[in-house]
């Protein structure tokens, strides 16, 4: 109760508050940028939060993933191209509502949406991290390790239209993370005579790379083959428009309450399973309520439903893939695993220990998410014709100065140009892996939990090389062990999308042609 | 996404392999006298890569050839683009290095966005390469005590 109190009068600190709104705000533009998307704007921001205190830090990192979650919503409804690969679905009825002249009311279903589908989930995890916690404390090596084995699968499995690249991309991931000293003997693996590699590769470094850097190529390219196609203007403000155009009426909210509901129960589910993420969230909730809806078949056509339906499923997810990552220390999705580098620099390692060691930092999050919550519906609702015009920024203008952002985020990691150097190879590694649709997520995921995953691997090892039937005594590892196989040969049972031979690049730089 | 599956799994296969027997034996020392040996580990997930990219070389040549021609997802310009541009970022990095971030900064910027069409926008180029840059070097150097090169 004390941590709890401690915890919530922190957060209601004025330099807290401030820095809440600014990552709200922040989030908002990022995610209404095509290209730019929550997790890396986290990426390029976790440097720059080296010397805030550790609620202040969290709290600026979750406004922005807050901000930019419903951010993505913006310039999939205005132009057809999602923010954020989240919004994708959003785009399929929010664009031709914008066409119809509805788009200012397709904005506004999408940030209640938003706002009702991110409180769900965080409600849950508030209520749910701590139990949780406990049950994950009674998890010796042999269950963590199945754990994390079966996580692999389940990342793996729905990474992409391809399982077995996921798989690929997730294994190649958790091996590069073997570079540094091993961690028993403490002799140098795989680091070429560097001394800078024997600390591993820093994941800051490579996160900005692999994410932010590799899609700004992509775009880059994209902008440099199709030429210039900014320019676009929609007119949704005009006050020409019929107020129903304009605004989400009574029956708007009868037709949508219920789908709204059900998106944000299936985004809670999916946020709280390791590694799924809220771009399943998002297209889970946007079939369900096509299954599920008397006018399904009108669906692509310009439904509110469509736009509610992924815009609560994929909010909900920001708040219980936290579940996983409070209460066992795995990240449940992109975000999440940046995260865990904001709770590490400032000495806080996330699992069933945390609400021993740090409750009130912990309990000041879940406030922070709460305020986050509360600034998105107001922010949103005052900026929505401010954040638009963000949309108006040229690209040949924007793309650069985001490049120079991340070779000065990536040197502010640890002072040196080493991170230049990570971040600039990761960048052409991470254009590669989307070109050839080797989830960069999978990778990062594994690269992620490698470490983790590798000391509780040894330590099962050693535990039980000498009486391999101890292990009989251990049914929770043995249940995520047979979850394990039949994951594995589920992933072998699946054959490629159809998309997945026909469509040339699987970048999110061509997500405009998602119809 | 057929022909690009099996050269990236005969790729992936070559390099795992190349680990396995040339970089793990040279850059890991064998030692047994503490815990367990720190190859078993790398050795094992590399064994598990190297047979997850044969198998998707495998499966990928079992199935049938798709009948109207794949063109894949790299193009001869997509090449083209990725090694104009790691040039480009390798000699921001060294500009960065020798120069400083204030000098390499605005000419990498300029340089940028001329190559994405802002010659039409002379004032606009001038403006931005020039103020965009000290803005990120001040704010860095007033707001986050980070010392840019």
């Known amino acids: 109760m004390h941590d709890l109190l401690a915890g919530l009068m922190e957060t209601l600190t004025l330099v807290n508050i401030a820095f809440i709104i600014f990552g709200v705000a922040t989030g908002i533009i990022v995610g209404a940028i095509p290209g730019l998307n929550g997790p890396m704007a986290i990426a390029v921001a976790l440097p720059l939060t080296y010397y805030l205190s550790p609620l202040a830090a969290l709290a600026f990192l979750i406004g922005i993933s807050k901000g930019s979650m419903f951010g993505g919503s913006i310039s999939a409804i205005l132009i057809n191209t999602p923010g954020t690969p989240e919004a994708a679905p959003t785009a399929f009825d929010g664009y031709p509502l914008t066409q119809q002249g509805k788009g200012l009311k397709a904005l506004k279903m999408s940030l209640f949406s938003s706002a009702i589908g991110a409180t769900a989930g965080d ?55 073997v570079v540094g000293l091993d961690p028993e003997s403490t002799l140098p693996r795989l680091t070429f ?76 589910g999916i946020g709280a399973l390791p590694g799924v993420g809220a771009v399943v969230a998002g297209f889970l909730g946007y079939a369900s309520a096509k299954r599920n809806s008397p006018n399904g078949d009108k669906f692509g056509t310009g439904q509110l439903e469509g736009v509610a339906a992924t815009e609560a499923a994929n909010n909900a997810v920001t708040g219980s893939a936290l579940i996983p990552l409070l ?106 892996m989307r070109k050839l649709d080797f989830s960069f997520a999978t990778f990062l995921i594994g690269f992620a939990l490698g470490r983790q995953f590798e000391l509780f691997f040894r330590q099962s090892l050693i535990l039980f090389r000498d009486s391999p039937a101890q292990l009989l005594h251990h049914p929770i590892a043995i249940a995520f062990v047979l979850l394990t196989i039949v994951s594995l040969w589920r992933i072998g049972r699946k054959k490629p999308a159809a998309g997945a031979q026909a469509e040339p690049s699987p970048s999110f730089a061509g997500a405009e042609n998602v119809q | 996404m057929r022909q690009s599956d099996i050269f990236s799994g005969l790729f992936l296969a070559a390099l795992g392999v190349l680990t396995i027997f040339v970089i793990i034996p040279r850059e890991i020392t064998v030692s047994e006298n503490y815990g367990l040996n720190p190859q078993i580990f790398p050795l094992t997930v590399m064994w598990l890569g190297t047979a997850v990219a044969l198998l998707l070389v495998i499966v990928r040549l079992r199935q049938p050839k798709p009948a109207d021609a794949d063109p894949g997802p790299m193009q001869p310009k997509n090449w083209l683009f990725i090694v104009a541009i790691s040039a480009f970022l390798a000699a921001t990095y060294v500009a960065f290095e020798t120069l400083g971030f204030l000098v390499a900064a605005p000419a990498a910027l300029a340089l940028l966005m001329l190559s994405m069409g802002e010659y039409r926008h002379p004032i606009r180029l001038v403006l931005v390469s020039a103020c965009v840059p000290l803005a990120i070097y001040y704010s860095f150097d007033r707001l986050f005590v980070i010392q840019l090169p």
């Not at chain 1, 508030?126 to 998890?139: V, Y």
């Not at chain 1, 975000?335 to 609400?355: D, E, K, R, S, Y």
Request: charged share 10%; glycine share 10%.
């Open chain 1, 123 to 177: 409600l849950i995890l508030f209520f749910t991290a701590a139990p949780a916690a406990i049950l994950a404390l009674m998890m010796g090596p042999a269950e963590m390790t199945a754990v994390l084995l079966f996580s692999f699968t389940i990342i793996a499995g729905l990474a992409g239209k391809s399982p077995m690249r996921g798989c690929l991309a997730a294994i190649f991931g958790v091996f590069l993370s």
């Open chain 1, 193 to 268: 005579g560097s001394v800078q590699l024997q600390d591993g590769i820093p994941l800051i470094p490579l996160t900005i790379g692999l994410l932010a850097l590799s899609e700004i190529l992509l775009q880059i390219e994209d902008h440099l083959m199709r030429g210039d196609a900014s320019g676009r203007r929609n007119d949704i403000f005009s006050k020409d428009a019929p107020r129903e155009n304009r605004t989400v009426t009574r029956a708007d909210w009868r037709s949508c309450a219920r789908t709204i509901w059900r998106s944000s129960l299936i985004g809670i």
């Open chain 1, 327 to 432: 209460a066992i220390g795995i990240p449940g999705n992109l975000t999440a695993t940046i995260l865990i580098g904001a709770f590490l620099i400032h000495g806080v390692q996330p699992g069933p220990l945390i609400f021993k060691e740090h409750g009130a930092l912990v309990y000041g999050l879940f406030g922070a998410m709460a305020l986050a919550d509360l600034f998105t519906l107001t922010l949103g609702a005052v900026g929505l014709r401010l954040f638009s015009l963000v949309l108006n920024v040229p690209n040949a203008v924007l793309y650069p100065v985001i490049v120079l952002l991340c070779m000065a985020g990536a040197y502010s990691s640890d002072n040196s140009m080493f991170g230049v150097a990570i971040a600039l190879i990761f960048a052409v590694l991470g254009y590669l």
